[in-house]
């Protein structure tokens, strides 16, 4: 088969699965509000499928910040920190979220998904294991394909499986790095720290943890499940995204171990690419103050997360083990995750619709994510459309 | 290598047997993607039962090289008589 006539196979099998003249992926979003709402086509819609969980988006410091930035530095940066020279807002910014985990440094990366690649490929080589969650974020096994080390996965969330796997590594269990996630970002359910941390020092091995989708989110100053479980010390590693809370686009990793700085010498993915706009940076900046102050904003978000985790729950939809800002309805068929989508559009609430092999298990999600920005109302609204959909759907 | 060699096997199309439809015939030449239609999910979960079945860790890497119901099982083979 040749080079497009494989593309040409795998559009044929994404058509035979969705129905014609429907946008699921990639659907067009014409006009945006504010942090919750939006126009698709001719209709307004409720965002309920970002990751906008504080709902910084449209904060005036934000966008006051940012501003200022384009005015005074520019557009881009047009360059690598390592080739084109580091700005001081970049160096700024990097003490800050030191200082805000109370780590010795802290890195900026221009992605989220390249702070994953950077740290696990700049951390792991060849010869060396990382040993990863099976529920793991596509730039936690892309890192571990990039670092050339073995790779091998424990099955989601269980520390007696990652157990079994570093003591078969005998000796080889000094150079793992464990990866594993505050909160995942399909199930929303959150990772086993504490054991996680007693296991990894028992086994002398080294731990990451990607906080993507518990910045902002958990931990009494928001840092994560690192700090509200009590644990950032047993943490080696923390990476992290400025495109969820924070509401712009980066990544971050902090750590107390001096040997991070050196991997701004080694790691591909942070030496060979631009470094973030003056404008981005600054807008983070801004929304890291926010976060760190936003106790309210927490409350708020988990309300909300509260309120309609029971509610899909008492309808009886199939959700994620655990409450949180991520709620994912688990269906058994991809069909029925469409109609439940569509159904959902079709009232005006746009989420997200995740098909296999993206979904775990081989299962399809319909996957909600609650911001604080959402009202009390906008709440309710969404499970009353849940309701209905519940009966004309499933019954 | 052959009485370990064929345990494994065996135990291998017993596992497989539960996820492809009763009709279809397994032999060491079958290929898992193609001809069982087990898709990466399914294949990765499988090996996870093979795993704890044997006490040993199949790696990612060695099981991008993987086809057949045979390679499978020789990989398996391959890392149980490395950890005697
Ligand atoms: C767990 C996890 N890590 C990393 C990323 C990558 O972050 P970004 O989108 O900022 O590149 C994401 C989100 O896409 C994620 O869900």
Redesign the interface.
Known sequence: MSLLDKLDAVAAARKALLPEGLEVFGTPIEEVYSATEARIGDRRILFLGTNNYLGLTFAPECLRAAHEAIDREGTGTTGSRMANGSYSSHRALEREFAEFYHCQSGIVFTTGYQANLAMISGLAGAGDVVLIDGDSHASVYDGCRLSGAEIIRFRHNDVSDMEKRLKRLGERSKSTLIVAEGIYSMLGDQAPLAEIVRVKNAYNSILLLDEAHSLGVLGKTGQGLAEETGLTDGVDFITGTFSKSLGSIGGYCVSNHPQLDQLRYISRPYIFTASPSPSTIASTRAALKLLRDGTELRRQLWQNSRQLYARLDGLGYQLGPQPGPVIANILDSPQQALLLWKGLLDHGIYVNLILPPAAPEGKALVRCSVSAAHTSEQIDHVGDVFAELRKSIFQ | MSTDYNNILSRLCFHLKQLSSPDVVIVPETDLINELAI????L??LV?EIEDEF???????ALADIQTVHELANLIYKIKSQ?K
């Open positions: 898709d990466s999910v399914k990765l979960n996870m006490d040993i860790s199949v790696s990612l890497n950890n």
